[in-house]
């Protein structure tokens, strides 16, 4: 069965700081997509990133990115100077690759983010 | 190019009822599911739908159904409402061959 774990439920930092969100996930397939939604109080999900299990690369967009680490199955989620602007709940989730293509995504619990200006 | 649409945003229903969600998915995508967020919660899997049929089901008992049209779009019903049914309804589209899925706004449910 697959399973996201986001350790941190609040995280708090004053504008410009830096800060990591954590992310472990769980699956028994070798082939599985790792993505990054953003939350903000208007509810819709945002997509931030896709990643699939046979690219380890780092990946930098401005002022975010993402660290993915098969070996200890975490896809860490970085913004770098942060705004007020990225206050929001922010998702880890996971899918499964298969024949049918597009896979239920299974979420973490959210990271809530609060930027302090 | 509009994404994806959900209505109505806010809902009010009563225990026992019914009530019926809709959404209209990005334009040129295919495929449409269902996620129930609670309060403080990540979104759960309810269902998708492609070519107007349930291709895949989380863990909802049957009071949970939906239907998708040939114009893609889609509608997701419960029955006999519950108090613990109160969520964020979301609908995602995306197309079936894989591409990320795109979330409307949700519909908020709230049972009483």
């Known amino acids: 069965a697959q399973k996201v774990t986001q350790a941190q439920t609040e995280i708090s930092v004053v504008e410009k700081e830096d800060v990591t969100l954590d992310c472990v996930y769980e699956?028994?397939?070798?082939?599985?997509?790792l993505f990054w939604y953003k939350q903000p109080p208007s509810g819709e999900l945002v997509f931030l990133i896709r990643?699939?299990?046979?690219?380890?690369q780092n990946e930098i967009s401005g002022r975010y990115s993402w660290n993915f680490q098969k070996s200890t199955s975490s896809f860490n989620f970085t913004i770098t100077a942060s705004q007020v602007v990225d206050s929001a709940v922010y998702f880890c989730?996971?899918?499964?690759?298969?024949?049918?293509?597009?896979?239920?995504?299974?979420f973490g619990t959210g990271t809530r983010l609060t930027i302090i200006p | 190019d509009a994404g994806v649409t959900q209505s109505p945003t806010h809902l009010i229903k009563t225990r026992g009822q019914q009530v019926t969600l809709r959404c209209s998915p990005k334009?040129?995508?295919?495929?449409v599911s269902w996620y129930q967020q609670a309060l403080g919660q990540g979104p759960q899997f309810i269902f998708q739908?492609?070519?107007?049929?349930?291709?895949q089901r989380g863990n909802f008992p049957d009071r949970f159904s939906g239907h998708q049209f040939p114009n893609y779009s889609s509608e997701l019903n419960v029955n006999a409402l519950l108090l613990g049914d109160s969520a964020l309804y979301l609908c995602?589209?995306?197309?079936?061959?894989?591409?990320?899925?795109?979330f409307g706004q949700g519909t908020r449910l709230t049972v009483v």
């Open positions: 739908y492609y070519e107007e049929e349930e291709r």
């Open positions: 989730a996971l899918s499964e690759s298969s024949n049918f293509g597009n896979e239920k995504l299974t």
């Open positions: 699956t028994r397939d070798t082939t599985y997509y």
């Open positions: 334009s040129g995508h295919d495929t």
């Open positions: 995602a589209s995306s197309l079936l061959s894989f591409t990320e899925a795109f």
């Open positions: 990643r699939n299990s046979f690219d380890e």
